[in-house]
């Protein structure tokens, strides 16, 4: 079965400063990543996936992610944190090996960033 | 942008009653989902659905659930015989392509009370 960890309920950091947020999955297979962003009272909101090739991927709003298979983890990570990143964010997964076809995605529990002056 | 837009966006109904859920996933998109968020959990998958018919459901996706398009652009969820523990938010997603590494994107939710 798939699975993901977000090891951090919250992430407290300084406006300019770099951010990491941490993920880790279990799959059978090679899996596809993604990052959402949750705002209050709002719908997840795509970020960035991987799927195959550069380790490294870049997405909106200046966030990207790396890919490391021997650690299996996903990071979502971006250089210069903005007071208006402050949200809640989750990583997903989707084992493409699992029989069924039916694109389920896998959340992990979610992290508070929390951006501050 | 196109976006996914999910009515209403609050419901509260009675225990027992039956509630539908409404959908408009993204125009040209060819798979739907249905998620809910128990307050203060993680997101959790119910239904995908593919070529006017399920392709894969969760535990939770008993019975008392369904799901239809009924036309063209709308994709609903039904929920029978509603239950206390039924509360939550449930997102709707749609995603495009023939292949299954396309992203899903995320309607903003109905917050659904069970009273």
């Known amino acids: 079965a798939q699975s993901v960890a977000q090891p951090e309920d919250q992430v407290n950091v300084a406006e300019g400063n770099p951010l990491t947020v941490k993920c880790t999955y279990s799959?059978?297979?090679?899996?596809?990543l993604f990052w959402y962003v949750q705002y209050p009272n709002r719908g997840l909101q795509f970020l960035l996936k991987?799927?195959?090739?550069?380790?490294l991927v870049k997405g909106s709003y200046g966030f990207e992610a790396e890919f490391n298979k021997s650690q299996t983890s996903f990071h979502l990570k971006k250089p210069s944190a903005l007071v208006s990143d402050s949200a809640l964010y989750f990583c997903?997964?989707?084992?493409?090996?699992?029989?069924?076809?039916?694109?389920?995605?896998?959340f992990g529990t979610g992290t508070q960033l929390k951006v501050e002056l | 942008e196109p976006e996914v837009t999910q009515t209403p966006s609050h419901q509260v109904t009675q225990m027992g009653q039956e509630v539908i859920l409404r959908c408009v996933p993204i125009?040209?998109?060819?798979?739907f989902y249905w998620y809910r968020q128990i307050l203060g959990q993680k997101v959790e998958f119910l239904v995908s659905?593919?070529?006017?018919?399920?392709?894969?459901k969760s535990e939770i996706f008993d019975d008392q659930f369904s799901v239809e398009r009924p036309d063209g652009s709308n994709f609903t969820l039904k929920i029978r015989s509603t239950k206390l523990e039924d509360s939550a938010m449930y997102f709707c997603?749609?995603?495009?392509?023939?292949?299954?590494?396309?992203?899903?994107?995320f309607g903003d939710g109905t917050r659904l009370s069970i009273l």
């Open positions: 997603a749609s995603s495009g392509g023939d292949t299954s590494n396309q992203p899903q994107h």
């Open positions: 799959v059978s297979g090679n899996p596809y």
């Open positions: 991987y799927i195959t090739g550069d380790n």
């Open positions: 997903a997964v989707r084992d493409p090996w699992v029989t069924g076809g039916g694109n389920k995605l896998t």
């Open positions: 125009s040209n998109h060819l798979y």
């Open positions: 659905f593919y070529n006017n018919e399920i392709s894969e």
